[in-house]
Every structure is written in structure tokens, then in C-alpha cells.
């Protein structure tokens, strides 16, 4: 059985870190590529990082780019999302996906990934 498993979730202030992270059972993701979705109430699931299968390209959205960092070990089957200076609006809860096909540079649309763990929530008090 195919497992994403999120931990690293909390309760931060404002400005403050966390560093999520995603263990992958049941079948080597190490040429897959991978990525972070986050959901907030009431709002649509919206990415907000990849990585591509050799950890050789990533992508972030605009409203974390430089101030989160995605990275992974293909060895470990592990992938982690650092998050700096976090804000309010970074509230969500935040799931990890992993694409079955190969040698991909991974997607910003949750329809290209076919495995997701159950999400970690994530809440930044002001």
C-alpha cells in the first residue's frame, strides 16, 4: 500500500518557522516528481512548491516564493517544505503529492499527481 505521510505541522506567530515534511511507504518515489499543495477554508487546493525527480528544478508560487524552500531526498523517499517568515494567509492545510510517471519535472496542477497524503495543518497566528 501507497502511503504520503505529512508531519512538521503546528501553531506558529507571524515571522515565525516551520519545516514540514513528507515520508513516502509502499513504492520509491526517487524518480517521480513531488510537491506541496495547501488548501484554506473555503478557498481551493493551490500549490505551493515542486520539485522536479532529480531535485534539479523547482517551482514555487509567487506568494512564497523566497521565503519557503522545497527539498528532497530521493535515497529516504522524503521530501520537506522549509517555511520562513510565515504570515497569516499561510494558514492551510498542507498535503504532499507525488506523480506515478517518471523522469518529470512535476506540475503545478494537482491533477498531474496521482499519490497525496492526508495534509498537516498549518495555522500562523497575527
Not at 520509491?28 to 516528481?33: I, Q
Not at 478557498?43 to 512564497?64: C, F, L, Q
Request: proline content about 2%; charged content about 20%; aromatic content about 10%.
Amino acid at each position: 500500500q501507497v502511503q504520503l505521510v505529512e508531519s512538521g505541522g503546528g501553531l506558529v506567530h507571524a515571522g515565525g518557522s516551520l519545516r514540514l515534511s513528507c515520508t513516502a511507504s509502499g513504492r520509491t518515489f526517487k524518480s517521480s516528481a513531488m510537491g506541496w499543495f495547501r488548501q484554506a477554508p473555503g478557498k481551493e487546493r493551490e500549490i505551493v512548491a515542486v520539485i522536479s525527480w532529480n531535485g534539479g528544478s523547482t517551482y514555487y508560487a509567487d506568494s512564497v516564493k523566497g521565503r519557503f524552500t522545497i527539498s528532497r531526498d530521493r535515497a529516504k523517499n522524503t521530501m520537506d517544505l522549509q517555511m520562513n517568515n510565515l504570515k497569516p494567509e499561510d494558514t492551510a492545510v498542507y498535503y504532499c503529492a507525488a506523480e506515478s510517471r517518471t523522469y518529470g519535472l512535476g506540475s503545478a496542477q494537482a491533477n498531474s499527481y496521482d499519490y497525496w497524503g492526508q495534509g498537516t495543518q498549518v495555522t500562523v497566528s497575527s
